[in-house]
Structure formats: structure tokens, C-alpha cells
């Protein structure tokens, strides 16, 4: 557990030897013990074709790695932070939510393609994800930003959870994902509750739902 | 039936029955939801063209259904407020969601209104049920009695319930015009019996600036 809640909005972790961290560059704000951060040009983890990978999917938020020993406090811009831990299985979350993560995770960058062909791709459109998103696996913790408090809500098989698009967060676990519409003919002529586009969760997991519906 | 999840998150828990919520409102939800726009306030076409002339529109929606809706506002923190038959005044800005069972209507405010930049207008929510409020921060309740009247800064008042008489009160001096003035120079006064709830913030009101 490198993570530690100092208050709703600051996190601090620990760094040891050998055991390094990721947070978004410039997110530091303070630090005990000898730490070094060094700007990360690749973006995160594995080579140049994740590098690539990860600037022609808009992935690429500029992350430094924190080495060395000591204790870094990490908030950003005054959000909330909550912490995740992952024990295997995969978190998927927009790059630029992302504070801080242990170097333990792996990370990638998924296709919404892959997850419901077009209707996948028309989903990150709309939820203003892109076509691209962030995917940690892994054993670790990740320190998530989010607009005001984050729910965090089970998904159980036969109880799907639908989210609001704007206030989505991150979700976990093995959970499918898809775009449902209640458009109606309201909706066409403006008068319509705001609603009409949602995101279905289901399957086995939890989702993050941010109190706002404001972006970052 | 309401309640909160963290402070800036409402759930409401629906079999069947149906909540009024501020348009767009909803955040996440289990079950089965449908969501209806209710045009001008869903109080029929005479609240509407009120509250068209009252400056007083809210875009309220239906939310009808079975299973948990989770409701926010740009992380604004969130009151339930419990009515017995008795009278809500609150800013159509600030009220989030209610009972489907409870009446909401416009009332004039008076001279305060101007002052506390809500406009000469409010919104009242009367009956039986339960009501979620949004406030700039945690809100303070404070109980007003026939002994003990209460006065309140116009930019930090959010709603008031029960037997309340306000008055409008303002402490312009020489000193204020002399560009002195303390911020302070207009305050509603509350007397009778009730509950005021105060945010910690202030709006900024032509009140503020003197």
C-alpha cells in the first residue's frame, strides 16, 4: 500500500530503491528523503512502440518517474483524489485522471474498437474519452483524479449500473461496457431531460462516478 | 427515499414511485430508470409562464423507476431537508431533487431578493416528503425562535423553512458612502419559527460590494 490519503485532495507515497513510481509531471508538491523525478519522454512503460502507440492514441499525458528513497506528496489542481488498489486485474481509466501509479502496473492503451466494434468507437466519442483509453493491469495502487468526491458502485451480474458519460471515472474488473440511448422524440425537439446518453456497465467489477459532471 | 452517499452524492431509492430532479442531474443508476422532462417546472402551463416572468425557470425532469439513482450537481454539497406538511423557500438554483408527492410554486420575496442577487423571486416546495438542496460548501442550519431572531448575510442565505417573517435590514452609514463600508451592510432579518440554512460562501450581491 505505497498510497497513503492525507486528506480528500493530497496522497502520499512512499518510494523505496528499486521499487519505482509514475505520477503526471509536475504533480508533485512536496517531498522528504532523497527523491529524484525525471521527466518521462516515452509517456510510461515499454518501448518506443508503446511511446508511438501511446501519442497516436492521445494517450500520451506527460508522466515523470519518481525514484530514490523517501515519502512524495502528490495532488494536482485541487481534485479529488481516490485511491485504487488492483490486486490482477485491470483498471481502465483516461490518461489524463491519472495522478500517480506504482511501477509494478503495467499499462497500456486500449482501442474502444475492441470493445463493441463501431458502436465502441461512437461510445468514446460521446463520452468524450476518445477512441482510445488507458488500461492498468496489475498488482499496485493508482491514484485517480476526479471533479468532487468519487462514488465508488459494484457491478454484479444482473445488476448493471448506468452512469451519467460526463461523470464516468474509471471502472474495473471484468466489465463490458456499452453505449445505450433513451433518445426520444423529445430529445429531437429540445426537450429532452438531459439523459439521453448513458453508459451500461455490466458483468463483475466497479465503476467510479465523480459528484459533478464536469470534465478535468 | 433519500439518502447521501459521501456528502456531494444523492441516492434515491425507487420502487415504482417517481423523484423530480434538476435536468441532467443524474450521475449513475441500477435497475430501471426513465427520465422525463417536465417543461416549465411541471407545474402546468400557468407555473410555467410564472416562472418565465418570475426569472424563477428550473428544468426539471421525471425519474421514474426501480432500483438506486444517484444524483450531483458540479460537486455542490448536497442537504435533505424533511417536510411535514410545512413550506421550503429555496433559490430554483439550489434545489436539486424532490419527492414527486411534494408541490413546488413561486413566491415574491420582496426587497431581499435584489439584495441577495436571487432576483424578487423564490421557489417554495410544500407538503410531506423529503427535498435535497445544493449548497457552495457545508451548509449550517440554524434554528430561529420567537426569542432568539437570526440574521443572515444576503449572499451566504440558501433557504429557509417554517413560521418565518423576514425583514430586510441595512446598516448604510456615512462611513459606507464615504467608500468605509464594512461589506456588511445588508442583512435579512429572520423572526418566528424556523430553520435557516446558511452556506459558508457568499455570492456576489450588490449588498456585498457596499
Known sequence: MPFREINSKMVEASVEPGRKMYSQRGAMLAYRGDVSFTPDIRGGQGGLASMIGRRVANEATPLMTVEGSGTVMFGHGGHHIQVIDLAGDTLYVEADRLLAFDGTLRQGTMFMGSQGGVMGMVRGQVTGQGLFTTTLGGHGSVAVMAHGGVVELPIAPGRPVHVDPQAYVAHHGDVTNKLSTALGWRDMVGRGSGEAFQLELSGNGAVYVQASEEKL | ?210
Do not use: W
Open chain 2, 1 to 210: 427515499m433519500f439518502r447521501l452517499q459521501g456528502s456531494k452524492t444523492l441516492a434515491v431509492d425507487l420502487t415504482g414511485d417517481a423523484v423530480k430532479a434538476k435536468n441532467g442531474s443524474m450521475v449513475a443508476y441500477d435497475g430501471r430508470m426513465a427520465f422525463k422532462k417536465m417543461s416549465g417546472g411541471g407545474e402546468g402551463l400557468r407555473g410555467m409562464v410564472t416562472r418565465r416572468l418570475t426569472g424563477e425557470q428550473m428544468e426539471v425532469m421525471e425519474v421514474k423507476g426501480q432500483g438506486t439513482c444517484y444524483f450531483a450537481d458540479r460537486a455542490s454539497e448536497i442537504n435533505l431537508v424533511s417536510l411535514h406538511g410545512d413550506t421550503l423557500y429555496v433559490e430554483a438554483s439550489n434545489l436539486l431533487a424532490t419527492d414527486a408527492g411534494l408541490r413546488t410554486g413561486t413566491s415574491f420575496t420582496g426587497l431581499r431578493g435584489g439584495a441577495s442577487g436571487n432576483g424578487l423571486f423564490t421557489t417554495t416546495v410544500e407538503g410531506t416528503g423529503q427535498a435535497a438542496i445544493m449548497s457552495d460548501g457545508t451548509a449550517v442550519v440554524l434554528r430561529v425562535s420567537p426569542q432568539y431572531p437570526l440574521n443572515v448575510d444576503p449572499g451566504a442565505y440558501i433557504a429557509h423553512q417554517g413560521r418565518l417573517q423576514q425583514h430586510f435590514q441595512s446598516g448604510v452609514n456615512f462611513r459606507t458612502f464615504m467608500g468605509e463600508g464594512s461589506g456588511e451592510s445588508f442583512q435579512i432579518r429572520f423572526e418566528g419559527d424556523g430553520l435557516v440554512y446558511v452556506q459558508p460562501s457568499e455570492r456576489n450581491t450588490v449588498g456585498g460590494d457596499v
